[in-house]
Each structure stands twice: as structure tokens, then as C-alpha cells.
């Protein structure tokens, strides 16, 4: 065994800053995520009174009791439906995660319909496409409950209608896969929402609710003329006993979970359950609680990455590659929660030699099948003659082939920087890690805003001697406060998870959990094979 030595002083007054640090930026990314919850449960009397469950109560109900819920993207969309920080609500008005549903793995996706209706917000389609494609690529039965307004019209974009249909395109792809598609219809589900029901494999109505038309009265009155009332339109009954759209008939929410918790449970699927026997390996030998004190705050600082990698796996039991060979880079094999990993992360620039090193263990990964783990602290690809010369753009190339052509599982925790090229040699998001997730203090930008605004300065600079004319000073200031305000405020992840950027923020101390999760997932969907089964997508 190869034991991870502790040298953390819990404290230590920087230790206690780095924690303090951290525990502010958790509890602002709580106090968001309870926002939009708040928001949505303040529509309890109304949803209750019509004899309706809250978007997360039929989540909570279709769940298996006491199982994990992986949920994601939970900050998509903060601050783009309004400028407002007090009054911004994140979460693209869906509700997505990871959990069990009759003892089966599956891709949860729910229109939050407390919230406007359940019309989509800000990188709502992005947040629904990117549960799709993890789906797909998990191979994930998918269960979707929806109630939806649709497309908020008063910020209709063409793009987002045309990007749209990669909705109904994921819907026809998963069930060609044969990863079933269970729908219940809660609600509306209108015009081209419609479809969202339509290409669902199987299709649960509620009496009195459900509402499913391509054109709705006031449209229908509008275009044709004709008046027809909801329920006759699209109604549950109608469309279950007349248009054969429907395949179940459920008197209410409740019932309607049911009835899909029995269409899963009567699915030939694999029922691994939830992850390894916690009795076939042991914990870390340090306490994950000393990850919020590890990280500092300033990504200036250094900080050796092995203390985190002691923290999250197995008996902190690390067998590093080539530790004296471009050290700032560290490679590794290890387990978690019994499953092995290979580990890349940095204590620093990744350099030719890093690269070098990197570039090999990535190989060796694929060969052996071995799922890999990067955590993100760089601020790039070192620069300066030497390193040119050294062929840094050569090395560093090579490691972005390896990361592109990887064969295995790849998972990617923003822990700290993620600056320039080295955000692509350490599988950024841009390079489609299977899952990728942050860290509170983490930072993702091309570099610095100081050093972007300095670069500007120095190239104004040199086209103001060019011309023979001097440098307005006050000017020259402006614009470096200027591109440094822009730069500092997309990098931090209240920034990019809001663009889904990844895939969600998690609290340091939950890392060994998440990634014994996704480890899970990724291990059941390489040895699952495509499973062709006979599902009800050609309606009577």
C-alpha cells in the first residue's frame, strides 16, 4: 500500500481560512438551490387544492424510498432571467438528477411547474438536453413528469425553437437504444411539447389534468375558427380511449406514480442496486470534513492535490506514476468505494514533462480499462522560451489527443484553477467528460482578468509607439478595469454552472459520494449491452 502521509494543520490560521472561506460560498450556492424550491412550494395551496402533488413530491414519490438522488445542474440559469442577484431563481425551471425507481437506475427529469407554469426558463432546453445525453450515454431508462406551459412566447428565439427539437430527437434515440421512456403527463403538454409525450414509450394520463393538443383552444380558435374545450381537445380520457395516445389511466397524481413505479418494476432491467458492499473496502484514513480548509480561496496559492486525493479515496491508499518526472503533475491509481480509478491533477502548470506524463498514464488507463478521475488546479500549459523549445505546444497537443481518444469513463471535479489549455488537457467540459462537477471556489476562464487586461495593455501600448503617439493613461486604466470586471465575472461558478458549465456544484465534503455514484454508473452502463426491447412506439 502506498499510504497518503497527512501534512494538513486544521489550526492553522490558514487553514481556518481556506474553511471559513468555503463555507461561505456553500452556503450561497444552499441559499440558491432553496430559492427555487421555495419559489415552486409557495404554489402548494393552489397545486393542493385541485387535488395536485408539487413537481417535488412526484419526485419524492416516484423515487424509491431512502435511495440517493443525484441531482444536477441545480444554479442552470442564474442570473440570466433577471440581473437581479436577490431575485434571480436558478435551475431552468426543470428538475433533473440520478436515482432508483423500482430498484432500477434511472435519468429523473421534471418540469418544475411551480415556477411560471412550468414554462421554460433561461438554459432550461440546455439543462434538458444535457440530462438527455447523459442518459443516452449512461444508458439510463429516462422517466419524465410533465407539466409545462412551453416556451415562454414573450422571449421567443428562433434558435431555441430549431435547438429544440434535439428534445424529441434524444426521446426517439433512447427508445431506439432501448432505454425505455416512461412519461406521465401531469398536465400540459402543448403545440411541440406534445411530443414530449408522444415519443414516450409508455404514457400515463391523469383524469381531469392531462392536457395534450399540438394547438390549444385560443390557438385552435385562432387558426381554424373551430371551439372545443380542453378536455375534449386533449383531455386524458379522450386521448385514452379514443386517440390511443395514452397507454394508462390514472384517477390522480398519486396514482399516476404508481402506475409508473409498476411499468418499471415489470421491465426485464438490471436491479444492481445502489453501488458496491460497503463491507468489500474501507474509508479514507483522514476526515473528508478537511477538504473546505485544504483549498485556498486564492488560486495564486499553491496547495499538493494529494491531500485531497488522501481525503476521498479508499484507506487514502494512492499509488502515484512518476512522481520525480514532471512532478507538478500527479498521476495515480486508487479506488473508490472499491472501484478503481486512475487519478490526474496538478500542483501546478502542467509542462512538457507533466504532459508527457499525463499523455502515458491516460494510455495505460485505456488499456486496462480503468476509469479516470481529473481534478482541476491549474493555471495552464507553463509558458516562456524554454518551455517552447522544450515543445510544450508539441507535449501539450499530445495530451489533448490522448483526453479526445480516451476510451474509458472520464470525470472531471473543477477543485481550484482551470485556466487556458490546461481547462482542455484536464477534460474540461468543452471535451465532454462523462460527468464533470465543481467545487465552490472553483475558477474557469482562458486566464486570469489581470492577465488579460495586462496583455491588452501591453499591446495598446506597443501600437501607440508604433504610431508615434502617447499612451492616455486614464484611458489605458479604464479599459484594464474593464476587461479585468468582465473576466472576473464569468469565471467563478456561480458564473459557469449558470451556463452549464458542468454539471452541478457539490460541497467538497460530498466528493467520495458523488463519485462513488457516478463511478456506479459508468461501470454498469460499459458492461450493459444494448437491450432491444419491444416498446409501444407505433400507437394503435
Known amino acids: 500500500m502506498a499510504i497518503i502521509e497527512s501534512n494538513v494543520a486544521p489550526g492553522s490560521e490558514g487553514f481556518r481560512a481556506n474553511r471559513e472561506g468555503m463555507l461561505a460560498l456553500i452556503e450561497r450556492m444552499r441559499m440558491l438551490e432553496?430559492?427555487?424550491?421555495?419559489?415552486?412550494s409557495a404554489s402548494a395551496e393552489r397545486f393542493h387544492k385541485r387535488g395536485q402533488l408539487l413537481p417535488r413530491e412526484r419526485v419524492a414519490l416516484v423515487l424509491d424510498p431512502g435511495t440517493p438522488f443525484l441531482e444536477l445542474s441545480t444554479l442552470a440559469g442564474y442570473m440570466f432571467d433577471t440581473a437581479n442577484a436577490d431575485k434571480s431563481v436558478p435551475g431552468g425551471g426543470v428538475i433533473g438528477g440520478i436515482g432508483y425507481v423500482a430498484g432500477i437506475r434511472c435519468m429523473i427529469s421534471a418540469n418544475d411547474s411551480g415556477i411560471d407554469a412550468g414554462a421554460l426558463q433561461p438554459f432550461g432546453l440546455d439543462k434538458t438536453l444535457r440530462i438527455q445525453e447523459l442518459a443516452l450515454e449512461n444508458k439510463l431508462p429516462f422517466v419524465q413528469l410533465v407539466e409545462s406551459a412551453g416556451a415562454n412566447l414573450?422571449?421567443?428565439?428562433?434558435?431555441?425553437?430549431?435547438?429544440?427539437?434535439?428534445?424529441?430527437?434524444?426521446?426517439?434515440?433512447?427508445?431506439?437504444?432501448?432505454?425505455?421512456?416512461?412519461?406521465?403527463?401531469?398536465?400540459?403538454?402543448?403545440?411541440?411539447?406534445?411530443?414530449?409525450?408522444?415519443?414516450?414509450?409508455?404514457?400515463?394520463?391523469?383524469?381531469?389534468?392531462?392536457?395534450?393538443?399540438?394547438?390549444?383552444?385560443?390557438?385552435?380558435?385562432?387558426?381554424?375558427?373551430?371551439?372545443?374545450?380542453?378536455?375534449?381537445?386533449?383531455?386524458?380520457?379522450?386521448?385514452?380511449?379514443?386517440?390511443?395516445?395514452?397507454?394508462?389511466?390514472?384517477?390522480?397524481?398519486?396514482?399516476?406514480?404508481?402506475?409508473?413505479?409498476?411499468?418499471m418494476a415489470g421491465l426485464p432491467w438490471d436491479r444492481s442496486g445502489p453501488g458496491p458492499d460497503p463491507a468489500t473496502y474501507h474509508p479514507p484514513l483522514y476526515d473528508p470534513e478537511e477538504l473546505l480548509g485544504i483549498m485556498p480561496m486564492d488560486h495564486k496559492r499553491p496547495v499538493d492535490m494529494r491531500q485531497v486525493i488522501a481525503r476521498i479515496v479508499d484507506e487514502s491508499d494512492f499509488t502515484e506514476m512518476s512522481p520525480n518526472y514532471g512532478p507538478a503533475t500527479v498521476v495515480g491509481q486508487a479506488r473508490i468505494a472499491g472501484m478503481a480509478i486512475g487519478i490526474i491533477t496538478n500542483n501546478g502548470p502542467l509542462d512538457p514533462a507533466g504532459a508527457?506524463?499525463?499523455?502515458?498514464?491516460?494510455?495505460?488507463?485505456?488499456q486496462s480499462r480503468t476509469p479516470i478521475l481529473y481534478l482541476n488546479n491549474t493555471t495552464g500549459y507553463i509558458v516562456g522560451r524554454a518551455y517552447e523549445e522544450a515543445g510544450m505546444i508539441k507535449h501539450g497537443s499530445k495530451m489533448i489527443q490522448a483526453v479526445t481518444s480516451a476510451t474509458v469513463p472520464q470525470i472531471t471535479i473543477y477543485c481550484g484553477a482551470s485556466f487556458g489549455a490546461g481547462n482542455y488537457g484536464m477534460c474540461g467540459r468543452g471535451f465532454h467528460p462523462r460527468f464533470c462537477f465543481s467545487w465552490p471556489n472553483a475558477k474557469t476562464a482562458v486566464m486570469g482578468g489581470e492577465q488579460a487586461a495586462e496583455t491588452m495593455a501591453i499591446v495598446a501600448e506597443a501600437g501607440a509607439a508604433r504610431k508615434g503617439v502617447p499612451v492616455d493613461r486614464?484611458?489605458?486604466?479604464?479599459?484594464?478595469?474593464?476587461i479585468t470586471a468582465?473576466?472576473?465575472?464569468?469565471?467563478?461558478?456561480?458564473?459557469?454552472s449558470a451556463r452549464m458549465l458542468d454539471d452541478g456544484v457539490i460541497d467538497?465534503?460530498?466528493?467520495?459520494?458523488?463519485?462513488?455514484?457516478?463511478?456506479?454508473?459508468?461501470?454498469?452502463?460499459?458492461?450493459?449491452e444494448p437491450q432491444r426491447m419491444q416498446f409501444a412506439v407505433s400507437r394503435p
Open 508 to 528: 467538497p465534503r460530498d466528493t467520495r459520494a458523488v463519485l462513488a455514484e457516478v463511478l456506479a454508473i459508468c461501470r454498469e452502463s460499459e458492461a450493459r
Open 154 to 263: 414573450l422571449r421567443y428565439r428562433v434558435e431555441d425553437f430549431v435547438r429544440g427539437g434535439n428534445i424529441f430527437r434524444n426521446l426517439a434515440r433512447m427508445s431506439a437504444a432501448g432505454l425505455p421512456v416512461v412519461t406521465v403527463t401531469h398536465g400540459s403538454s402543448t403545440a411541440g411539447g406534445a411530443y414530449q409525450t408522444g415519443l414516450s414509450d409508455y404514457i400515463v394520463m391523469v383524469r381531469g389534468r392531462t392536457r395534450a393538443f399540438l394547438a390549444g383552444p385560443p390557438l385552435l380558435k385562432a387558426a381554424t375558427g373551430e371551439i372545443a374545450t380542453e378536455e375534449e381537445l386533449g383531455g386524458a380520457e379522450m386521448h385514452t380511449s379514443i386517440s390511443g395516445l395514452g397507454d394508462y389511466l390514472a384517477e390522480d397524481d398519486r396514482d399516476a406514480l404508481r402506475i409508473a413505479r409498476d411499468i
Open 486 to 496: 468582465v473576466f472576473n465575472g464569468q469565471m467563478d461558478v456561480f458564473a459557469t
Open 474 to 482: 486614464e484611458k489605458l486604466d479604464q479599459m484594464k478595469a474593464g
Open 356 to 366: 508527457n506524463k499525463a499523455t502515458h498514464f491516460i494510455q495505460a488507463c485505456c
Open 34 to 40: 432553496a430559492r427555487a424550491r421555495t419559489l415552486s
